[in-house]
Each structure stands twice: as structure tokens, then as C-alpha cells.
């Protein structure tokens, strides 16, 4: 029985209560590992009658905003997978638990591609749920907007397949909006005809960080669309999980992600290779090529992060920034970035959902590795200098990318969390639903 929970005392209760930040201690009511529709449909009527919330996570990538799971029965759903992919139709149907890296090496093999984000370790659903900033999205905007259906079990113990036709209001909220709403099944959603992009990094000593920075921040004005790219600081710890030559070294790196041909690529990245960095690593691949070109920890870490939009940036920030935690400063933290924005993210495409636009221009994101509680005020002090550099300048948060309980309203537009809000009022009204980002009637 699906809705027979795991608890403490279950060999694999330690694994499936697993955040991806390790410092996190989950302790639900119970947790179940349902490995179908009708599994999911149990657990939550039972969960219901017993009076207890209902909490659906696949990696535990985004646990820490969550709090207490005390009342809360955890839905892992590892077991729900699946892929489907139909390439006349340029179409995909994936069970609510696959992972990126179980779609995207399938899909590039047949010449397609995703709004996928930076590492392969995301779950589908958590990310689309959410928005989902792809290395394509100033071209092709944010994943949630190419989401055509969504199956999920709502608080009345249903089954129901929501799109632009059928409860439009719900199939709005799902794609931005978060988990709020139900246990998503399976979703679908458009693909991209993109056999191959022309994508790498260029590894700068960070001694030369202000001068790279501030070439990259200038680029960034003169670059098409199809042009994504982040500009970072990154300092590897020395530990043997880390190869060489990353090992304990610190860098300026550029990464760039063009969804074009190579002679275009080339000749936009030629400012850049000028300045003459240590490591090039950009070329033609198929998307499945940039499943590391991010250099995300695989496996779950210890660590403290933050994040925000930002407006356009004058040169000054890229300076505050450096002075916060570039050469010099004694941050330790093991990256530092702006996502650059804008493009199609800024463009509300016809029937988008709840989060139809990324506000801003950048997406700032640093994060420190905490493999002893002695480091944690250290990271947070850096965490902080790097956030203030950029807080004049602030547009709004990405929800997936906000590890804190963060305010709705600096995610979405007044009348958008009002709407919101109705739709969580008329499918859970009793808050059965546990999510990440809640949104409350
Ligand atoms: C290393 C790393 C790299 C990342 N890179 C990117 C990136 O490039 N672009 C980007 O946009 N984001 C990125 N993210 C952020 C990521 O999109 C969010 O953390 C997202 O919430 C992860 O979804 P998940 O399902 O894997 O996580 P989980 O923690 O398992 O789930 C997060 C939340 O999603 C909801 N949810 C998940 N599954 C279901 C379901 N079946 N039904 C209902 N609700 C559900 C729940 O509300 C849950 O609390 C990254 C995160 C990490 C840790």
C-alpha cells in the first residue's frame, strides 16, 4: 500500500529524507515513495483523513525554504519517471520524478532540446514548476511558458489534466506559481529543434577578475539573443573530488552559451578570447555536451547561498561587487555570479503562466560551501557584502533560486499573487499543500 509511510525506524528512511544541502535535517510525519498516479492519489486522501499536509520534493534541491515537516507527509517521487518524446510533433511527456539528466542526453541524440537548467541533477517538475532559467531562455524565455499540460493530484484526491482548455485558471498557477497546488504526475512541454550550440568557459587567474569582469559586463550590451553567458568568480576548494587543474585555485571565468552556428559564435566570442584566458573550452557540442559546462557539485554538499535580480548594471556594481568578495577580500566563497537576463525573458509570450517574465536584467547568485559550522559566519558575511553590492539595483527574486521564505510579492506583481491566491483558495482551500514557496489562500 502507497500510502503505508516509511518512518524512522525504515532502512531507507535517511535516504529519501536527503535534502541536497546536506546541513538540512528533514523529519517528516512519514514519507511515501509512491511508483504511480494511483499511489499519489492514496497517499494524499490518506494524508488528508489523517490530518496531515502533504509535501511533494524529488531532489530536495530547493528543502530549505520549506521549515518544519513535522505535520507533513513527504511525497518522494523518484519512482514516478518516464520519458516520452515525440519528435514529428517536437513535443515531450515526462513523469513528475525525471531528472534533466535523464531527458536531455535522449532528446540532444534525436537533434532536440529543452528549456534545461545549468546542472542535470534538477528534477523536471520542481524547476518548471517554479519558472526555470535555461542557458536558452533569452532566446526562447522561461521554461514554464513552453509547459503545454500538467497532470497532478489536487486536495480533493482527483486525478486531473490541466492545459489552456481545461481548469485554464490552475494550469496558470502551476507553471510559475510553484507546488503549491497539488502532486504534479507527469508534465509536457515544447521542445527546441537545437542539435548543437556553441558553448564553453574561459578561465581567467583571478588576480585579472576586475579587467574580465567589467570586458564581459561591457559585452553583454552587445550580444544577440541567442547569447547567453555568465560572468563569475570561482574559487575551487582543495579537496580530491575537485580535478585538476581546478583543484584549490581561484579564477575569473566567462561562460557563454550560443544557440547559434559556430562562425557566429566565433566571431562574437572574439573580444573575449582576446583578453588571452588560461582555459578555453568553447565549441560546437550537442546540449548534452554542457551538462558539466556549469561545474555544479554532483552530489549533495554543505552549503549557504543567496540570490537576487538586478536591474541593468552601471560599472560601479561590477567595482562593489570586487570589493565584496573579489582578490583580495578573503572570500572564500566558491561562486559568485551574474546570469545574464533580459531577451526573451523580459516578454510575456501569448497564454504564459503566473510567472510570465523574469524581471531585470541579471540574476546574481553566490554560494559558500560550509564543511564545518566554524564557516558559516564567514560565508553569511560574504554572502551579505556580495548581496549589498548589488541591492540598489534590485529588481526581484527568482523563486528557485531563493533558499530563504521569501515574499511573494518580490517574485510577481501585486495582481498576479492576488490570482494566486484565488486559485489556491477554490483547489486547497484547507492548505493541504506544502511547497517550497507557498502560496496561502
Ligand atoms: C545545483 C543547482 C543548480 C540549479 N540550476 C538551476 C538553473 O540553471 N535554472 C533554474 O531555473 N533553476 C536552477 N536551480 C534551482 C532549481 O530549479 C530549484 O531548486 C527547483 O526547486 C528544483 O526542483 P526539484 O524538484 O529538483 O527540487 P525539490 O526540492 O525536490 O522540489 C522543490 C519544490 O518543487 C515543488 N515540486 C517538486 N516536485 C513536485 C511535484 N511532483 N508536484 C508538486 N510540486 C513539486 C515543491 O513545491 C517542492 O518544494 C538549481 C538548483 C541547484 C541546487
Known amino acids: 500500500m502507497a500510502s503505508e509511510l516509511l518512518n524512522p525506524e525504515s532502512a531507507n528512511w535517511d535516504v529519501e529524507r536527503g535534502a541536497f544541502n546536506v546541513l538540512l535535517d528533514q523529519q517528516p510525519a512519514g514519507i511515501a515513495v509512491p511508483q504511480s498516479t494511483d499511489d499519489v492519489i492514496d497517499v494524499v486522501r490518506a494524508a488528508a483523513a489523517d490530518g496531515k499536509r502533504v509535501a511533494a520534493q524529488r531532489t530536495g534541491h530547493s528543502a530549505a525554504p520549506l521549515g518544519s515537516l513535522a505535520d507533513t507527509v513527504l511525497i518522494r517521487t523518484g519512482g514516478?519517471?518516464?520519458?516520452?518524446i515525440d519528435v514529428e510533433k517536437g513535443s515531450a511527456r515526462v513523469g513528475a520524478g525525471t531528472l534533466w539528466g535523464d531527458f536531455v542526453p535522449g532528446a540532444s541524440e534525436q537533434g532536440l532540446a529543452a528549456l534545461h537548467g545549468s546542472t542535470p541533477t534538477v528534477?523536471?517538475?520542481?524547476?518548471?514548476?517554479?519558472?526555470?532559467?535555461?542557458?536558452?531562455?533569452?532566446?526562447?524565455?522561461?521554461?514554464?511558458?513552453?509547459?503545454?499540460?500538467?497532470?497532478?493530484?489536487?486536495?480533493?484526491?482527483?486525478?486531473?489534466?490541466?492545459?489552456?482548455?481545461?481548469?485554464?485558471?490552475?494550469?496558470?498557477?502551476?507553471r510559475g506559481g510553484g507546488g503549491s497546488f497539488g502532486v504534479v504526475t507527469a508534465l509536457e512541454f515544447g521542445l527546441l529543434d537545437l542539435p548543437e550550440v556553441f558553448a564553453g568557459a574561459l578561465f581567467f587567474p583571478a588576480e585579472r577578475a576586475g579587467e574580465v569582469l567589467h570586458a564581459?559586463?561591457?559585452?553583454?550590451?552587445?550580444?544577440?539573443?541567442?547569447?547567453?553567458?555568465?560572468?563569475?568568480?570561482?574559487n575551487f576548494p582543495?579537496?580530491?573530488?575537485?580535478?585538476?587543474?581546478?583543484?584549490?585555485?581561484?579564477?575569473?571565468?566567462?561562460?557563454?552559451?550560443?544557440?547559434?552556428?559556430?562562425?557566429?559564435?566565433?566571431?562574437l566570442v572574439a573580444p573575449l578570447r582576446e583578453l588571452g584566458p588560461e582555459m578555453d573550452t568553447i565549441a560546437t557540442v550537442p546540449p548534452a555536451g554542457i551538462a558539466d559546462l556549469h561545474m555544479d557539485p554532483p552530489e549533495p554538499s554543505p552549503y549557504s547561498g543567496t540570490s537576487l535580480l538586478t536591474e541593468d548594471l552601471p560599472a560601479a556594481a561590477i567595482d562593489?561587487?570586487?570589493?565584496?568578495?573579489?582578490?583580495?577580500?578573503?572570500?572564500?566563497?566558491?561562486?559568485?555570479?551574474?546570469?545574464?537576463?533580459?531577451?526573451?525573458?523580459?516578454?510575456?509570450?501569448?497564454?504564459?503562466?503566473?510567472?510570465?517574465?523574469?524581471?531585470?536584467?541579471?540574476?546574481?547568485?553566490?554560494?559558500?560551501?560550509?564543511?564545518?559550522?566554524?564557516?558559516?559566519?564567514?560565508t553569511l558575511g560574504w554572502l551579505g557584502a556580495f548581496?549589498?553590492?548589488?541591492?540598489?539595483?534590485?529588481?526581484?527574486?527568482?523563486?528557485?533560486?531563493?533558499?530563504?521564505?521569501?515574499?511573494?510579492?518580490?517574485?510577481?506583481?501585486?495582481?498576479?499573487?492576488?490570482?494566486?491566491?484565488e486559485v489556491k483558495q477554490r483547489y486547497d482551500a484547507e492548505n493541504l499543500f506544502h511547497a517550497n514557496h507557498p502560496v496561502t489562500s
Not at 80 to 84: D, F, M
Not at 216 to 234: D, F
Not at 405 to 421: Q, S
Open 320 to 378: 562593489a561587487m570586487l570589493d565584496a568578495v573579489g582578490p583580495g577580500s578573503g572570500s572564500q566563497l566558491v561562486a559568485v555570479e551574474l546570469r545574464h537576463c533580459g531577451g526573451a525573458f523580459s516578454r510575456a509570450p501569448e497564454g504564459a503562466g503566473a510567472l510570465a517574465t523574469l524581471p531585470g536584467s541579471f540574476l546574481a547568485f553566490g554560494v559558500g560551501i560550509v564543511p564545518v559550522a566554524e564557516a558559516m559566519a564567514p
Open 80 to 84: 514516478l519517471g518516464g520519458v516520452e
Open 123 to 174: 528534477c523536471i517538475a520542481g524547476y518548471s514548476l517554479g519558472g526555470g532559467v535555461s542557458f536558452y531562455g533569452r532566446k526562447h524565455g522561461l521554461a514554464c511558458n513552453r509547459v503545454s499540460a500538467i497532470e497532478l493530484v489536487t486536495a480533493d484526491g482527483e486525478l486531473r489534466r490541466v492545459d489552456a482548455d481545461n481548469d485554464p485558471g490552475l494550469f496558470w498557477a502551476l
Open 216 to 234: 564581459w559586463h561591457e559585452w553583454t550590451a552587445t550580444v544577440p539573443e541567442e547569447t547567453t553567458s555568465v560572468g563569475r568568480l570561482m
Open 238 to 267: 582543495p579537496i580530491p573530488e575537485i580535478p585538476e587543474p581546478f583543484r584549490g585555485k581561484s579564477f575569473a571565468v566567462v561562460e557563454v552559451i550560443h544557440c547559434g552556428d559556430a562562425a557566429s559564435g566565433e566571431e
Open 387 to 421: 548581496r549589498e553590492a548589488f541591492e540598489p539595483y534590485d529588481a526581484g527574486r527568482y523563486l528557485n533560486f531563493c533558499d530563504d521564505p521569501t515574499d511573494l510579492e518580490t517574485a510577481f506583481p501585486a495582481e498576479t499573487v492576488a490570482r494566486l491566491r
